[in-house]
């Protein structure tokens, strides 16, 4: 174990970037959403820079925004995770894939079998960002006219996610034995049939590919409200984070962890890794000059609509170079229309600044030196607001270049990340334990001692 | 176009082979299932042999057969396809990548979306062979205690076929214009919403990933059934055949092909590729002795067991060393009966070797040397029986290397196979043209014409 508490660093990614704006910028890809070699090229980039992993952002229709928007989004098309992560796999060699799957519109065979292959393709870098959807359209592509209930997706999620699980241990990590001699391929007593019958899901098994080189791909939620952090506290071993400021995620890190010590698991096991835009400039004077202007690349047509759906108010009569009206309450999602009346206030936008805010990203966000960004790192990481971030480039590739020449080798220097990779698998890097076999866990227990003298799995 | 007849040659494949003795054979790979530069290799030598694709086999369970039988066969786990062909497409350049996928168990927005983000990573390379799942033991992985009946099955294909070919056509090929001054992405004009409401499917779109490469990626069915047959010829562009002879072959082909001008399609744009499994000695005698000795490898409390199966009748308390009995009639498949008493007639084979090849491989199979294997497809070719084949390789990777030095040379050399690749996409490889966009036929034609003088797709 190192001495300091070390950062950890997802890059969490579309194509352009998960900027609206991205693709205009000066320098940008604007057609990385068909070019496979741009995002080799990045996903190799984030390698180099020692990135824990490689996130990839996923929705499964395109997004819902009037015609006059999407026209303008670059986000209406993106590779499939599973195949773009397959085919990464193949030109990287240490960093973690993570692809976001819901469980809401698909299947736990197919699920749990597409993460084992992935993980054994990539010899243990495959993470799952479990995800239910929440986007209405999408029941339209998926022969349903109704949008599951909250409870209903997350009751399913749930049990989606215990049937994976037992999928992926459907067989002894030493289950195959290949004996050429005798004929004997696996050992019978070594392959556990799930038979799962619960409420939502009814699953046979066993899972047609051997149990995944990480044991389990890491499990990755998202987790927010108060079921989605006692499921995170229960299940998860990363999360991304939405926390905008450190306060925030001192509190959600303290409640977090706190719940995962009333369960039972080490604290360490769980790591929460909030999203956070990143610009980095020479002076900080430069880096907000270059998210303004980036900002100033969203179209009002699509900021202003996506500001008045925020705000549940149509606020398009009034002037756009001028300040935010008193927005009245309404029955819409309290916190969006706080979260974004709050930004106006503290960051003393005009309308159409927060209309841009409001079509790209209105999160957390570092923007500032290589020095300033890893004092802000360090300081999350020091007060236990997080144990490191989902880094969103503003565009790419320069936005990411800026981040890896300039302040990756900034928090190196203070010692608190990496300097090369010291594990082949995503659970290295994460410094995760390798889960036992649920039904096998005597002979997993033997494989890990007789492997590394470690302790077994929580 | 070439003067002679070309063959087509597609690899069918599983990581260590399609006979359940190939993992016990000399020099074999028998944990190819779980190591993906065993596979590399594979792709790399097909690729390297001029192949047309390489094929991947599926099933969506551990295959269903008693325990004892089940434990001595290899393919028992797997890759799964849309991962392991999206990274052998990054070790590869030109080969193209068939994915089988099921109607039945998955949703078309899922697949149309993966084989479209396949095509793009391997830059046109990709085909998609339908599949209904009649393995009635899928279903209880996927929530379904009762198979679907055969004919609402072969019903869900047809539309589910429609949907995704559908889904593909959403954008039009220019559609993304990327005006970074206008800030306009995409032709709202060149985007088409599918809005499908069937029998059984409803599917709204538009798909999130622009239209393949290869317009739609090539469509690969089974089909032998009469109604297999008229699915086929209205829509297939490759049949991977069954027929077990030559003259059976032509029967099909005439059949198929005559179907297709009925329905106004050109007969040569659907390739009919029997299933091949092709062993090459240096003599017509070494080649039988190594399929023997193969054969051999079939543990014979497997093969008994697949033999009464494919019998219906149980054969197991006749001296394994004697003669097949007179089977009596029974209700189960005669086509399965009838075939498998044949083969025992044709070939004189005693009950051991029957049931090794009932559990293993009982189909079109070409022993001998080089030159007679050539003839034989060479035969197959001028008398129409196919327009080339689906070759199994009897073990890995040997058998393969074998037929890659061998036979391929002596076909190149007769000048009825391509000694590099002419184009760079599987259309390209199989002679098939680019289909029109359904929905923007007329900005699909003027592109084609820019682009090749071609006629517009049929």
Redesign the interface.
Known sequence: MSQTRQLHLGAFMRPVSIHTGA??YPGAW??A??N?AHITRLARTLEAAKFDAFFMAD????LNMP?EA?????T?????P???L??L???TERIGLVATASTT???P??IA??F???D??SAGRAGWNIVTTGNPETS??????QHLAHATRYARAREFYDVVTGLWDS?ADDA?V?D?EQ??????DKLHVLGHEGEH??????????RPVQGWPVIVQAGASDAGRQLAAETAEVIFGSEATREGGKAFYADVKGRMAVVGRDPDHLKILPAAFVVVGETVEEARAKRAHLDS?V?YDSGIRSLNIMLDYDVSGFDPDGPLPDIPESNASKSARDRTVALARRENLTIRQLAARAGSYAGLAFVGTAKTIADEMEAWLDERASDGFNVMFPWLPGGLDDFATQVVPELQRRGIFRKDYEGTTLRDHLGLPRPENRFFAKAAREVESEAAGDQPAG
Chains 1, 2 share one sequence.
């Not at 999407?70 to 670059?74: E, G, N, Q, V, Y």
């Open positions: 693709w205009r604007p057609d959403n068909f496979l929705h499964l229709a395109v015609i999407l026209k303008r989004s670059h209406v098309t993106s590779f499939e599973f195949t773009l397959s085919a796999a193949m030109v519109y698909d299947e065979y197919h079998r597409r084992a292959s992935l054994h393709i339209f592509n998926f022969g349903s006219d067989w195959f290949r050429v004929g004997l391929f696996f050992d019978p899901l009814s699953v046979r098994g066993p899972l047609n590919i051997g690349l179209h």
